[in-house]
């Protein structure tokens, strides 16, 4: 079973519109949590990282929040531009006897429409 | 993508043959990463190295192997016996191992088709 579920799978949003996507974990002990947008055909690129520490990280019209108690994370959207259809991963590090191990969710499909 | 190269983009092969991924980075970063990513699914790691002339085996391992003989290269072959190789493969490199602010760059991707 995976350790980190991301909802929704896919979701459609105007141009313009705000939107919220979800992330779940039971990955322990935590380390830090990411968000990566993933266009197309291309590698990953790293929105945000958050340690236990840390509620909340901006960059730009995304904003991430994270609750450790409850083991969630969301990535909010704010304005969305045709740019942002992508795939968005949430990853989770853990710590592990070996170092860290990232765990993956299988992603969020964003379509942002004119 | 954060100075990852991987070649090619687009990779065919038949069946039975073994096929080499390249991955190199110029970020001077200590450990590099192979990842397969099919559709519907996360990343699943294949093989990690921390360190020149050092990698271990990652969840998928099987049918695929790996060298580090520098710094900068981390070339991936899937030989003929990993089952189903059809794939998009991604490479990534971070400071040193997955902890605490370590961020991973990924590379741009190879897609391999075999038929």
């Known amino acids: 079973k995976n350790q980190v579920e991301q909802s929704p799978q896919s979701l459609i949003i105007l141009e313009g519109k705000n939107c919220t996507l979800q992330?779940?974990?039971?990955?322990?002990?935590?380390?830090?949590l990411r968000w990566y947008k993933q266009d197309t055909g291309r590698g990953p690129v790293s929105l945000t990282i958050?340690?236990?520490?840390?509620n909340t990280k901006s960059n730009g019209r995304y904003t991430a929040t994270l609750d450790a108690d409850t083991k969630q994370s969301s990535l909010h959207i704010t304005a969305s531009q045709l740019s942002d259809s992508a795939s968005y991963i949430c990853v989770v590090s853990a710590r592990s006897n070996s170092g860290y191990a990232l765990n993956f969710g299988k992603g969020t499909s964003l379509l942002v429409t004119p | 993508d954060g100075g990852i190269t991987q070649s090619p983009k687009y990779l065919f092969r038949k069946e039975g043959q073994n096929v080499t991924l390249s991955c190199e980075q110029n970020l001077n970063h200590d450990a590099m990463y192979w990842y397969r990513q099919d559709p519907g699914q996360g990343l699943r790691l294949i093989y990690y190295?921390?360190?020149?002339?050092?990698?271990q085996k990652g969840d998928i391992a099987e049918g695929y192997s790996v060298s580090r003989e520098k710094k900068e290269s981390f070339p991936l072959t899937v030989t003929s016996a990993q089952k189903n190789p059809t794939a998009f493969y991604l490479c990534?490199?971070?400071?040193?191992?997955?902890?605490?602010?370590?961020?991973?760059?990924f590379g741009p991707g190879t897609r391999l088709t075999v038929t």
């Open positions: 958050m340690t236990f520490s840390e």
């Open positions: 990534a490199s971070s400071i040193a191992g997955t902890g605490l602010r370590s961020e991973q760059y």
């Open positions: 190295s921390q360190i020149v002339n050092d990698f």
């Open positions: 992330c779940n974990y039971t990955v322990s002990p935590f380390s830090n």
